[in-house]
Every structure is written in structure tokens, then in C-alpha cells.
């Protein structure tokens, strides 16, 4: 079983910053590919950015490429950087995790485990 925990989410002006974490309780972090998903209101759940198993390999959707960067880090971490945030990347964001060495998986349906969610809400 693996549990998912994010934090960072906020409140912040166009332009602004936020840097969200996700923890993965896992004995081995190594297995699993990690995701970042977003889901604003009445809309879809949307993949955002995803990393493999070793982070030698990222893979973002077209709005967030070259603004956002997903990373991995030590502790079983797995972060995403936002900087210049924009009105329209406010959503609930979610870190999800997928066993296995398939890369990049971009569907929800194919990731396993999933946080409980962060808020990111970008005013003008």
C-alpha cells in the first residue's frame, strides 16, 4: 500500500511562485513512476507533469512545459516547481504514483495511488 501526502498548495498573485511536495509512504520509491494531476472546478482531472522511476526522464503537458519542473528528491519525495503562475493553473493538485517502469503515463486511470490534494488558487 502507498500512501500519498501533498502539501504547498496556497494563495498566490499571477506571477507569483509555489513549489508543491508530495511524500510517498513506499518501501521501495524506486518502483513506482510519479505524476502530478490537476483538477479545476467542472472540469476533468488533467495530467500535468510525470516523472520515472530513477528522475532521469520528465514528461509535461503542453500548457505547463518550460514554466514547470517536476523533480525527485531523497526521503521518497517527488516535487513540482511553479513558477510565473497563471489565473488558469488555479486547480485542486493531486500527486499520484504508478508500479512499474512504463514511461511517460499520462491518464489517470493508469496510476494506482493518489493523494487526498492541494489547492492552488492564482488571482490576478
Known amino acids: 500500500q502507498v500512501q500519498l501526502v501533498e502539501s504547498g498548495g496556497g494563495l498566490v498573485q499571477a506571477g507569483g511562485s509555489l513549489r508543491l511536495s508530495c511524500t510517498a509512504s513506499?518501501?521501495?520509491?524506486?518502483?513506482?513512476?510519479m505524476g502530478w494531476f490537476r483538477q479545476a472546478p467542472g472540469k476533468e482531472r488533467e495530467f500535468v507533469a510525470a516523472?520515472?522511476?530513477?528522475?532521469?526522464?520528465t514528461y509535461y503537458t503542453e500548457s505547463v512545459k518550460g514554466r514547470f519542473t517536476i523533480s525527485r528528491g531523497g526521503g521518497n519525495m517527488v516535487y513540482l516547481e511553479m513558477p510565473n503562475l497563471k489565473p488558469e493553473d488555479t486547480a485542486v493538485y493531486y500527486c499520484?504514483?504508478?508500479?512499474?517502469?512504463?514511461?511517460?503515463?499520462?491518464?489517470?486511470?493508469?496510476?494506482?495511488?493518489w493523494g487526498q490534494g492541494t489547492q492552488v488558487t492564482v488571482s490576478l
Open positions: 516523472i520515472n522511476w530513477d528522475g532521469t526522464s
Open positions: 513506499v518501501r521501495t520509491f524506486g518502483d513506482y513512476t
Open positions: 499520484a504514483a504508478r508500479g512499474g517502469m512504463t514511461f511517460p503515463a499520462v491518464t489517470a486511470s493508469r496510476y494506482d495511488y
